[in-house]
């Protein structure tokens, strides 16, 4: 669900109202009229479809309801993770600043905008939202193409691989439904995920500064995954590799 910043029909542009003309197909209200039907959309969206998983704030929330949404957002939907909704939930996720499937190097799971800030004190992990669809197109087009399977496995390693969560779109056709061929793209990547991260040839955990892995002689990596527990924050700020194949300075959820 999304808090509108903008709504065509009810002639608010930004969070305010447009002054000018209506044209056609505007109804002419108050601001405070606004936020009443806004609110009241909210409420039956978060009181009546269960247990949300994710809240928007596309765009950001107006400052004159930040009470409101608040209340809302904590008797509402407590546990639903909150896009944009720094300063409304201590569920919230920040926004990497771009919609084309590319997460910033490093990327910390603290700080408010872009790739975070390792000294922040602000627990905000980022979320990457792209389109199955070319062109950054959101809403379904038959004569759009869609992103090929190469190209959405570099938006995994970019996103994900990169500390972020991935927030692949889905655009129903005019019936409804997910066409087909966009069906078997997504499974297409399901099952590249599935099959090149299902089973490593190794893994190790634990706490402290070094680990090692033993790996057979005959073995060939290409890639490799890293991870650490941030139930009580993100900790580490480095990890090497021995012998040098990689160095990164965000040590995060997960980094391949």
């Excluded at 903008?6 to 608010?12: G, I, M, Q, R």
């Excluded at 009580?232 to 990890?239: S, V």
Aim: aromatic fraction near 10%; charged fraction near 20%.
């Amino acid at each position: 669900t999304a808090l509108p910043m903008t709504n065509f029909f009810l002639n608010v542009q930004s969070g305010k109202k447009v002054s000018g003309p209506l044209k056609p197909g505007m109804v002419n209200v108050s601001i405070d009229q606004y936020y009443e039907v806004a609110l009241g959309q909210l409420m039956e969206l978060w009181t009546q479809y269960g247990q949300l998983g994710e809240v928007w704030f596309d765009g950001g929330y107006q400052a004159d309801i930040k009470a409101n949404l608040t209340a809302m957002l904590a008797k509402a939907q407590p546990h639903a993770t909150a896009f944009n909704g720094y300063g409304l939930s201590p569920n919230c996720i920040r926004w990497i600043g771009t919609e084309a499937g590319r997460a910033p190097d490093p990327n910390w799971s603290t700080g408010t905008g872009g790739g975070g800030d390792p000294n922040s004190t602000v627990w905000c992990p980022a979320e990457c939202d792209t389109t199955l669809q070319d062109n950054d197109h959101w809403f379904y087009s038959a004569t759009e193409g869609i992103r090929s399977l190469e190209e959405l496995i570099d938006v995994y390693h970019n996103t994900v691989g990169h500390n972020g969560n991935l927030l692949l779109d889905f655009t129903p056709d005019k019936d409804g439904l997910i066409p087909d061929d966009h069906m078997q793209r997504y499974k297409q990547l399901g099952d590249f995920i599935r099959k090149c991260y299902g089973k490593p040839i190794n893994a190790t955990s634990g706490s402290g500064m070094t680990y090692a892995v033993e790996l057979s002689p005959a073995a060939t990596i290409d890639r490799v995954v890293l991870q650490e527990d941030q139930t009580h924050g993100q900790a580490e700020r480095l990890f090497t590799a021995i012998p040098t194949i990689f160095r990164c300075t965000s040590a995060p959820f997960q980094r391949i």
